[in-house]
């Protein structure tokens, strides 16, 4: 009877354990799309992994470096970034991935506006910083 109590009692704990990081995740995620439409530079070095890859519907790709810079020099800005949908397919102690469906709207120094509706791809690392941002794909619904 005490092994099937302490069975349970781990069961429940990794349970706890696993709400508590989809929780922190998501609010990673909302952390990092108020950082893009803020351009919250300290923010962004924070979320975003030093190999971070973040890729466009359009093919353009960033690395983290080119997120920072590019939102800084008006090449990229985002009015709105709104998830529609969140889903974590897979979550542990070191990595997670999660689909979303967004809606944004911004500019650039190439399209006057632009309002996209994407389904996105996320891998997020967690480290000694927190979650991270190591990889981001999208397409357009």
């Known amino acids: ?3 099937i109590f302490a069975i349970c009692l781990l069961f429940i704990s990794v349970i706890s354990l ?19 439409v803020s351009k ?3 923010a962004l070095v924070q979320l ?3 190999d971070a890859s973040y890729g466009h519907s359009n093919g353009w790709v ?6 920072i810079e590019d939102l800084k020099s008006g090449k990229l800005i985002y009015d709105k970034i709104e998830n529609t949908s969140v889903t974590i ?8 991935t999660v689909r979303t469906n967004t ?5 650039s120094t190439t399209i ?4 996209l509706k994407l389904h996105v791809l996320q891998v997020w690392l967690k480290t000694k910083n927190g979650w991270q941002l190591l990889a981001r794909q999208s397409t357009k619904l």
Do not use: C
Request: glycine content about 2%; charged content about 25%.
């Open 1 to 3: 009877m005490k092994y």
């Open 18 to 36: 696993a709400q508590v990081d989809s929780v922190s995740l998501k609010q990673a995620m909302s952390d990092l799309d108020k950082a893009l």
């Open 40 to 42: 919250d530079e300290k």
């Open 48 to 50: 975003l992994h030093a």
């Open 62 to 67: 960033q690395n983290k470096t080119d997120i």
């Open 89 to 96: 397919v897979a979550i542990n102690n070191n990595w997670a």
């Open 103 to 107: 809606n944004a709207t911004g500019r």
């Open 112 to 115: 006057p506006t632009f309002e």
